[in-house]
């Protein structure tokens, strides 16, 4: 029983593949487990995901798998020498080829970045370490100012801040790697790159509903674009790594809080990625102001809070995951926290569904309820309750174990995989019994939700009151 309401992802790595760890990871507080295609081979992946189901059977609670896709990572070809000398102010001719050995001249093997380059168009290299501004176009090459010096290495990450990309999210080794993650049963598919909604609808094409789809914020047209491709995702990552590359620094903190703000008001999960204890890859501790970021996407209402070589190539990963878990509970205990606070957009049309679940977490308020057990069979009650923010834990339970995995991304949830119920007294009863395994006392109250007629799916129509060791009330 988690005592906050944030959930914690984490990135399997060398550090974190083992069995031993895995299970040190799940009792330290991970809800979430992240597997990175850029660089899991395929029979690793198949690894790590029995150790995990092995797990999850151990604790007896659901674990979400999300088969994190690579997605169109355009790089440099290779250098004379593996290394080329960038000198201030000096002109560098970029060419379309896999390698040079010419010392002025940048190969990029990708010709949408060629054909789309215009003077003034500015390029980053090696995570945003070196800059080069386009200075005009010959028939053979791309005339470019180093506007920063340094060693710029062989293969290395090129981002173009000002340009969208007429290529697809998913590349021939992402379509390979996502079959892969369908077959081991991988919950969620993050998908990189995405820049428009469009991506998102291939991406969908290709998954169907064997897993969820998580878009990847970290270009420019995606936050444009960001209303439609949260419409057709079923979660959004705010993946700050690239889009820090990709913006000012001065522009990612208030990007965050519109995204966040968006699939709030969406009612669409938020993870919140990169860099948040990232001094805990060889630290015992996290620094002062990596504490305080944790703690402000938990202040501004994310779902989750993401670590990424703090677990997967670190030195202390359950001590990473365990002070993530402790900042979350502290931040969530102060009563001023935005956590809690409803974000439905003022548009929302209600459905009968939506006034069971904003009136469970009224009650919850004024009865101080802490627990509310939602039956579902397809998660849509919990969706809906962990989208209004209750000051109480959301036990979905819910016969399909897909549906439960997924759910352990959603904020305040906790999945149960139980048989459907049949009548009302079987829905007391059972819902009394689950809420006393979380932790609820003989006589504390709690509220059940379910649909009714029974066993039937996306028909929130019951709400209850109900007390432990009582007849209910």
Not at 136 to 142: L, N, P, V
Not at 440 to 458: D, V, W
């Amino acid at each position: 029983m988690r005592k906050r309401f944030c959930k914690i992802v984490a990135t399997i790595g060398p550090a974190s593949s083992a069995p031993s760890m895995v299970r040190l990871l799940v009792q330290a507080g991970v809800d979430v487990f992240r597997l990175n295609f850029s660089h899991e081979s395929h029979a690793k992946a198949a690894a790590v995901m029995r150790a995990i189901r092995e797990t999850e059977k151990e604790q007896g609670a659901p674990i979400a798998v999300l088969a994190d896709l690579q997605g169109p990572k355009i790089r440099t070809g290779s250098l004379k020498g593996d290394a080329l000398s960038l000198r201030y102010g000096a002109d560098y001719r970029l060419i379309l080829a896999a390698e040079s050995n010419d010392g002025d001249v940048i190969p990029i093997p990708h010709p949408e970045v060629i054909d789309v380059l215009e003077p003034g168009d500015i390029l980053k290299l090696d995570d945003g370490k070196l800059q080069l501004t386009v200075r005009e176009r010959t028939k053979s090459a791309i005339i470019a100012r180093a506007d920063t010096p340094g060693v710029l290495s062989s293969r290395k990450g090129v981002n173009l801040p000002g340009r969208a990309l007429p290529i697809s999210a998913l590349t021939d080794k992402d379509k390979n790697d996502l079959a892969c993650a369908l077959d081991i049963g991988a919950d969620y598919i993050a998908l990189s790159f995405v820049q428009r909604a469009e991506d998102v609808a291939e991406a969908r094409t290709l998954i169907g509903d064997h897993a969820g789809i998580i878009s990847k914020i970290e270009k420019p047209h995606a936050v444009e674009a960001l209303d439609s491709i949260i419409a057709l995702s079923d979660a959004i990552m705010v993946a700050r790594g690239d889009l820090g590359v990709e913006l000012p620094p001065e522009q990612v903190p208030t990007i965050q809080r519109r995204i966040v703000r968006a699939c709030r008001a969406a009612g669409k999960p938020v993870i919140v990625a990169t860099h948040m204890l990232e001094s805990m890859i060889e630290s015992i501790a996290p620094t002062r102001a990596e504490a305080s970021d944790v703690s402000t996407a938990v202040f501004q209402g994310a779902d989750a809070v993401m670590l990424s070589a703090e677990t997967a190539v670190g030195r202390h990963p359950p001590t990473a995951v365990a002070i993530m878990d402790r900042i979350i509970a502290a931040t969530e205990a102060d009563p001023e926290s935005a956590a809690f606070k409803s974000a439905l957009a003022p548009d929302t049309e209600y459905t009968t569904a939506d006034a069971i679940t904003l009136s469970a977490r009224r009650i919850a308020e004024v009865l101080e309820c802490r627990f509310a057990v939602a039956y579902t069979k397809t998660g849509s009650t919990a969706r809906r309750l962990s989208r209004d923010r209750p000051r109480a834990t959301i036990i979905a339970a819910t016969p399909a174990s897909s549906v439960a995995r997924q759910l352990a991304l959603h904020w305040g949830v906790a999945p149960v995989i139980t048989d459907d119920i049949s009548h009302f007294h079987e829905m007391i009863e059972k819902a009394a019994k689950i809420a006393e395994a979380h932790g609820a006392a003989m006589g504390e109250r709690i509220i059940i939700l379910a649909g009714y007629p029974f066993g039937r799916a996306g028909k929130t129509n019951t709400l209850k009151i109900s007390r432990i060791g009582a007849n209910g009330e």
